[in-house]
């Protein structure tokens, strides 16, 4: 197994354009997630799913969206980038039954 | 401990001693407990969780204790070695009311550093 795979692993942006962060798992995992991490405030949870066509949101979801069209796949679209979504994202999953969330190796996005 | 500014609060142990790493939880209503580990450049790591209704777990050289009365969580690692340096969080969940695996409120993280 892969695991949680992230692509790409680093990105820069101008302030307004847009991207999208890729997340992939071959768990089976029905819940994924995705956070921000920034210097001294720990890991904040944007979006999250518990299955394929669903998902809701977390703590900071504003200037990002996210779809589940599968079971694999939960990609996060920055729609318009601002410099305050520098960070490092994670993407994550884990089964329903149980807590322990895998990460992935994380993207380093920087927004000029 | 836990942080509020930039600067992780760093712990430094010789190879070999013992570490204790804690952390404050907020929410009373929390019955779920989590520790990562995260290296440099990498994604945290599951390390060891512990249910609210037990006060200590053990797993192999780790060893969780969890006071609700104060609501404080600490981790201590046995042995210490040097791959054992990293940043380690504590996260914290109230499953009634997330119902789920999703919403864990992770703390800011402790820096272990091991000196030879």
């Known amino acids: 197994n892969a695991g949680v795979t992230q692509t790409p692993k680093f990105q820069v942006l101008k302030t307004g354009q847009s991207m999208t962060l890729q997340c992939a798992q071959d768990?089976?995992?029905?819940?994924m997630s995705w956070y921000r991490q920034d210097p001294g405030m720990g890991l904040r949870l944007i979006h999250y799913?518990?299955?394929?066509?669903?998902?809701d949101q977390g703590e900071v979801p504003n200037g990002y969206n996210v779809s589940r069209s599968t079971t694999e796949d939960f990609p996060l679209r920055l729609l318009s980038a601002a410099p305050s979504q520098t960070s490092v994202y994670f993407c994550?999953?884990?089964?329903?039954?149980?807590?322990?969330?895998?990460f992935g190796p994380g993207t380093r996005l920087t927004v000029t | 401990g836990e942080s509020v500014g930039l600067h992780l609060p760093t712990l430094s142990v010789q190879e070999g001693d013992n570490s204790i790493i804690n952390c404050a939880y907020s929410?009373?209503?929390?019955?779920?407990f989590i520790w990562y580990k995260q290296e440099s450049g990498k994604g945290p790591q599951f390390i060891i969780d512990?249910?609210?209704?037990?006060d200590k777990r053990q797993g192999q050289r780790v060893t969780v204790l969890l006071n609700k009365t104060v609501k404080h969580l600490s981790l201590q690692i046995a042995a210490t070695q040097p791959g054992d340096s990293a940043v380690y969080f504590c996260?914290?969940?109230?499953?009634?009311?997330?119902?789920?695996?999703?919403?864990?409120?992770f703390g800011t993280g402790t820096q272990l550093k091991v000196e030879l």
């Open positions: 994550a999953s884990s089964f329903s039954q149980t807590y322990e969330q895998y």
């Open positions: 768990m089976n995992h029905e819940y």
């Open positions: 799913s518990v299955g394929a066509g669903i998902t």
């Open positions: 929410n009373s209503a929390s019955d779920y």
């Open positions: 512990i249910r609210s209704n037990m």
């Open positions: 996260a914290e969940m109230d499953s009634i009311l997330t119902g789920g695996g999703n919403k864990l409120t």
